[in-house]
């Protein structure tokens, strides 16, 4: 499971470089919501999570590590391109509530991570 959200946030951080090319060669910096969203909750907390994995098999090998691939993978995409669709001016209702559906399912699988954490990672796997 490790490997997979490494992969996912390899994936982020080519597409929040982008961005920040994108904006740095135009000008334009309507993205920069987006850019730092890619890179932060994409990139560097999808990284975290990885190596989190692949240090704690336990917690890997969980359902809940399954459901957390599996809502962060539906929900961030969701959250960022309708992020990105607001950033360019197109907001209608259907587009803010998708924003907010993403948001919802990125941050329940958040909250899946954490809940795995605490379940099946204790101090003695630490020393190992």
């Not at 994108?22 to 309507?30: D, K, Q, R």
């Not at 607001?86 to 990125?106: C, D, I, Q, R």
């Not at 958040?110 to 003695?124: C, G, Y």
Request: aromatic share 14%; net charge positive.
């Amino acid at each position: 499971m490790g490997v997979r959200f490494l992969k996912m946030a390899v994936v982020y951080i080519l597409v929040g470089i982008c961005i920040g090319i994108y904006m740095g060669t135009t000008l334009n910096f309507a993205l920069t919501s987006v850019h730092a969203h890619t890179n932060l909750f994409g990139w560097a907390t999808l990284a975290l999570c990885g190596f989190t994995y692949l240090r704690f098999p336990k917690a890997a090998g969980s359902p809940l590590a399954k459901w957390h691939f599996w809502l962060q993978g539906i929900g961030l995409p969701v959250m960022l391109i309708s992020l990105t669709l607001m950033a360019h001016g197109y907001a209608p209702n259907w587009v803010t509530s998708l924003k907010h559906f993403g948001e919802s399912v990125a941050g329940i699988g958040i909250f899946v991570f954490a809940v795995n954490v605490f379940t099946n990672i204790k101090a003695m796997d630490i020393h190992n």
